[in-house]
C-alpha cells in the first residue's frame, strides 16, 4: 500500500497534562479522501495540528510524502496545504496579495497564472482585489481554500471545512475536492458530519478522547454507524403497536410510529418499503414518513458507551 | 542546505506593506514630533543655551532624539509584525510553512529594521531644516543606525511573541525605552549629572547606544565608541539568542 502519509506510535500530551492524542497509528493512502471524524476536543485539531506543523509531537512520528515532519520538516511541510478551522485572515490585504503572499511563503517562485486559476476555480477572481475584510464569511473561507492551494500542495488538509457555510458553498467545495483528487491530491477533512463524510470520503477514521476507534472504507462504516430513525404519522390513532414482524414504537398519543434502521442505501430504503407494505396489509392508513438520519454525536454517544 | 528566499521575499514586502498601509501612523508620526522637539529644544531654548562639548545645543540633541525615534518605532514595528498575525490566528500559515528561523526572522526583523533606517534617514533629513549639523563618520553613522535599528526589531520580535495583549505592546516602548532614552544622555552629557548619577547612569544601555551614534557626528562622546559598539553587539547577540530559545521550545508560537 502506498502510504503518503504515515503515522506511527503518536503521542501528544499538553502542558497542563491533558493527553490529545495517544498512541496513534494512521496511515491516509495516496490519492485518497480521509474523513477524519470525531466529537469536539477527541484530538482531530491536535492530529492536523501535529503534522502541519502547529504542533510540537510529544512523541511518535509522522511520516509525510516521504519525509520525517521533524527532521525533514521543510521538505514534508513544502507538500501540505491546511485550510484552518477558524476564519483567520489578514482583514486589511486584498486577496490576490494574500494569496500570492501564501505562495512565496511555502518557498514556490511567483506564478500569477496558477494564482488566477486557483482565484478561477474558487468563484474569486471577481473579488481579487478587494480587501478581505470586506468579504462576507464563506468567501473568507474560500480566501483560506487558495491560501492553501497556492503552493501546489500534494497533500491538503480541511479542518471543518463546511462549519458555518451555506448550502451553495458546501457544492462548491465537493466539487473543487472532487477535482482536486482526480489532480491526484491527497485530501484529509475532519466534520461532525456523518453526511459530508459519505458524500466525499473514500475511508473513515473515527477517533475520540485522543484514540483512533476505527479505520474503514465508508460503505463498511455506514453498513456499522449509519442509522435512520423513520418516523410515520398515522391517519387514525392506534391503541397497540401493529402486528407485523418489524418491531415499531409506537407514541403515548398513538398518532406516530417510530422505528430505527441500521446500514445505507438499498438496505435501508427496503428496510422502511417493507414496514410500509405490512402496514398497508393490516389496512393502518398514515398520512406522512419521514426518516431521518441519526447524528454523527448520537452514534458516538452509542459508540463509546458499548466500549466503556 | 538551501534558504527559501521565496519566503524572506513574501515576508518582507507583506510587511513593508503593512507600513505603506499606515504610512501616516509608521513615517510620518514619528518624523512630525521629532521636528517639534528640534524646534523646541534645538532652534527656541537651544539657542539661548552654551555649547555642550564644543557642539551647539540644538546639533549636540540630533542623535539622540534620532534614535529615540529609531528605538521606539523599531520596537513597536517588529512587535506588531508578529503580535498581529498571533492575535488574528494567521500565524499558523507561518507555523505550517517550511521557513526556518533565520528566514523568519529576516523577513520580519528585517522588514521593521528597513523601516527604521528610513524612518531615521528622513529625520536626519528633517533635522537639518532646523539645526545645522555635520557627521565626521558618516560610515560609522550608518553601521550604527542600522545595528541598532536591527537590534531594537529583533528585541520588539521578540517582545511581540511575549506579549499577551496589545497594552503590553504599547507599554514597553512608552514606559521602558522613551524614559531610558530621555535618561540616556538624549537631551544632556552624562557629564552634567551630579557624580554618584554618572555612575548609575552606565547600568542604563541606552546610554551606549547614544553615545556611539553621537561619537560618529561630532568625533566626541561620553563613553568610548568601542566600548559603545561593543555593548551595541552584546544586546543584539542576546536578542539573537532568545529568540533562537523561543523557536527551538515552541514558546507562545507553538503547542
Request: aromatic share 10%; hydrophobic share 45%; proline share 3%.
Amino acid at each position: 500500500m502506498d502510504s503518503v502519509i504515515s503515522i506511527r506510535q503518536l503521542d501528544k500530551t499538553y502542558k497542563s497534562g491533558h493527553k490529545a492524542l495517544k498512541s496513534i497509528d494512521l496511515d491516509i493512502r495516496r490519492g485518497e479522501i480521509f474523513a477524519l471524524l470525531g466529537p469536539n476536543g477527541a484530538g482531530k485539531t491536535t492530529l492536523i495540528g501535529v503534522v502541519c506543523g502547529l504542533v510540537k509531537l510529544t512523541s511518535g512520528t509522522v511520516i509525510a510524502d516521504g519525509h520525517d515532519i521533524t527532521k525533514d520538516y521543510r521538505a514534508a511541510r513544502a507538500k501540505i496545504g491546511l485550510v484552518p478551522q477558524e476564519l483567520a485572515t489578514d482583514m486589511f490585504e486584498t486577496v490576490w496579495a494574500t494569496v500570492s503572499f501564501s505562495r512565496g511563503l511555502f518557498g514556490m517562485a511567483p506564478n500569477p497564472a496558477h494564482i488566477e486559476k486557483v482565484l478561477k476555480d474558487l468563484s474569486l477572481w471577481d473579488k481579487k482585489d478587494n480587501k478581505i475584510a470586506t468579504l462576507s464569511g464563506g468567501m473568507k473561507r474560500r480566501v483560506l481554500i487558495a491560501k492553501a492551494l497556492s503552493h501546489e500542495p500534494k497533500i491538503l488538509f480541511l479542518d471543518e471545512p463546511t462549519a458555518g457555510v451555506d448550502v451553495e458553498l458546501r457544492r462548491d467545495m465537493w466539487k473543487m475536492i472532487g477535482r482536486l483528487r482526480e489532480q491526484g491530491v491527497t485530501i484529509i477533512l475532519t466534520t461532525h458530519y456523518i453526511e459530508e463524510a459519505e458524500e466525499m470520503a473514500d475511508r473513515i477514521g473515527v477517533i475520540n478522547k485522543g484514540e483512533i476507534m476505527l479505520v474503514e472504507e465508508k460503505h463498511a462504516l455506514m453498513k456499522k454507524l449509519g442509522q435512520t430513525r423513520v418516523t410515520i404519522g398515522l391517519k387514525s390513532k392506534l391503541d397497540a403497536p401493529p402486528d407485523i414482524p418489524q418491531a415499531l414504537d409506537l407514541s403515548e398519543d398513538g398518532e406516530t410510529l417510530t422505528f430505527t434502521l441500521t446500514g445505507e442505501g438499498d438496505a435501508e430504503d427496503a428496510g422502511v418499503a417493507d414496514v410500509l407494505k405490512a402496514l398497508m396489509e393490516k389496512q393502518i392508513d398514515f398520512k406522512s414518513v419521514s426518516t431521518k438520519r441519526s447524528s454523527l454525536e448520537d452514534i458516538f454517544v452509542d459508540l463509546v458507551e458499548k466500549k466503556s | 542546505m538551501t534558504i527559501n528566499l521565496h519566503a524572506v521575499r513574501a515576508i518582507y514586502f507583506f510587511e513593508l506593506h503593512r507600513t505603506w498601509r499606515t504610512l501616516f501612523q509608521s513615517i510620518a508620526a514619528p518624523v512630525i514630533s521629532t521636528s517639534l522637539y528640534f524646534i523646541v529644544f534645538g532652534s527656541a531654548i537651544g539657542s539661548k543655551m552654551t555649547l555642550v562639548d564644543g557642539v551647539s545645543y540644538g546639533a549636540f540633541i540630533v542623535p539622540g532624539l534620532t534614535l529615540l525615534s529609531i528605538l521606539t518605532e523599531s520596537t513597536s514595528n517588529a512587535s506588531f509584525g508578529i503580535y498581529l498575525p498571533r492575535f488574528t490566528g494567521t500565524i499558523y500559515e507561518l507555523l505550517s510553512a517550511p521557513v526556518s528561523v533565520v528566514e523568519a526572522l529576516l523577513g520580519y526583523v528585517g522588514a521593521a529594521a528597513t523601516k527604521s533606517v528610513i524612518l531615521g534617514t528622513i529625520i536626519l533629513i528633517t533635522a537639518r531644516l532646523f539645526v545645522p549639523y555635520e557627521v565626521v563618520h558618516p560610515i560609522w553613522a550608518a553601521i550604527f543606525l542600522v545595528m541598532i535599528a536591527l537590534t531594537f526589531s529583533l528585541f520588539g520580535f521578540i517582545l511581540g511573541v511575549w506579549a499577551d495583549g496589545f497594552e503590553k505592546l504599547q507599554v514597553v516602548p512608552l514606559l521602558i525605552i522613551t524614559p531610558l532614552t530621555f535618561l540616556g544622555g538624549t537631551f544632556y552629557s552624562i557629564k552634567m549629572l551630579p557624580e554618584f548619577w554618572q555612575h548609575v547612569t552606565l547600568f542604563n544601555p541606552i546610554v551606549y547606544l547614544i553615545n556611539g551614534f553621537r561619537w560618529t557626528f561630532y568625533g566626541k562622546a561620553d563613553v568610548n565608541v568601542m566600548v559603545s559598539f561593543g555593548m551595541t553587539l552584546v544586546f543584539m547577540t542576546a536578542c539573537v539568542a532568545l529568540i533562537a530559545w523561543i523557536f527551538k521550545t515552541g514558546y507562545r508560537l507553538r503547542n
